[in-house]
DNA sequence: ATTAGAATTTTGAGTAGTCAAAATCACCGC
DNA sequence: GCGGTGATTTTGACTACTCAAAATTCTAAT
């Protein structure tokens, strides 16, 4: 039986949800799943028990949710189809990426085996989406790259914008107005706990600001 | 409350269904519509009771149904966008005709106004998709342009396929291999109703018979 | 050890869509 | 006018998904 949309999109909170874990045990708290799915506590119970029933996920009542392997190899083909429309709506379409993610969040539960491989092949087999975040292969396999945030890297030193993780429609714009868009180069100046803040310098000498929080949504490579 | 992809199918059956109607009556019976939706009949019945309580059909029972002015204009942009989607499948990705179809059909309800318009624009506003069906307006007008079928039109007259009334993949891949495609011009040599065949030249003067259920699909116009 | 508070699960109910089969209706031929 | 036939509607039931609110369980602080 093909899973249906409200199936993909619980597998792929899961997967999300567990990446972002620390500690062996993966187990993504049922609290967390459903604040994601924009749903009530109960039904999250509910549909991760069904779930269970047909052995895509490990659920431990009182404890969390973890994806299984054939689980887990559908959650990453569900990401791999999301993430390859966004970049085709991005490159083909002339869309911005700020405005990508909702049609993707839509597309990525009906387009056909075929179509997703006709997309891929026209984009050149990309692995990485507009935002930066890894696609997902055929076989469901994901390249985990360790990346530094801008609260981790070295000081003073050039690093490019690998990622960014928060698909804010605002903040992507925000971003991009201040040339910090993967593949920009920057360096941190300064960090300042107390004032929770973190200072850049970007490409022409631009100096800019921002907060701790959103500091961490952005992911750097050293060069 | 915007509709779900369910109502939308029934709206586009429905419209479909009423443009195959003689008559000032326009009214399709449930069971050409439980049909044509692969439903039974009971479940086509209690769907258009619901609809006809949103204002979006009308319903008389024992007779049939018949979109309202509402029903009407959201049924266009239904096909709309279903055959926007299938030129741009075949234009921009490269399917081919006869696989688009399937596609489209779930596309269609999911595509956002923004990606749609997008889409529309890449193609240059085109009047007509792959298989010459006429591409309804964004204000959910539809030109029905008069045309002659293989039945109708005259004999030794150079006519030119404008349009091909049926999606099978089997029947579409046959009119291409026989360049009988949109676009094509042909003339039709003789009609017999005995052995219920038309006999056609076609470009290079090539020859061929097919049935008369097979000929009232294709719609020529006379150069 | 108790216990308050938070997280989780259970319960009861509701919506959307579907089917099979029984009941009903419309209409045509006689 | 009377039946019979085929189309249509009604009925009762089921699946998938959801919520609010009550009940339960876990945990961490006293
Ligand atoms: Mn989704
Ligand atoms: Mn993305
Ligand atoms: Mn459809
Ligand atoms: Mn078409």
Redesign the pocket.
Known sequence: ?LP????E??LKAIFLGQSQLTGAQRLL????L?LS??????????????LAESGLVE?E????VRLSGAGSRLAALVLRRHRLIELFLVQVLGMRWDEVHDDAEQLEHVVSERLIERIDEVLGHPEVDPHGDPIPSREGEVVWRALDSLLTCPLHTPVTVMRVTDQDAAFLRFLEKHDLKPGQSIEVEARDEVSDSVSLKGKTDQRITIGMRAASKLLVEVR
Chains 1, 2 share one sequence.
């Open positions: 039986m249906s949309s409200t199936v999109n619980y708290p049922m609290g967390q459903a799915l924009g749903v009530a506590p109960g039904t999250a119970t509910t549909m991760v028990k069904a659920y009542p009182y404890n969390g």
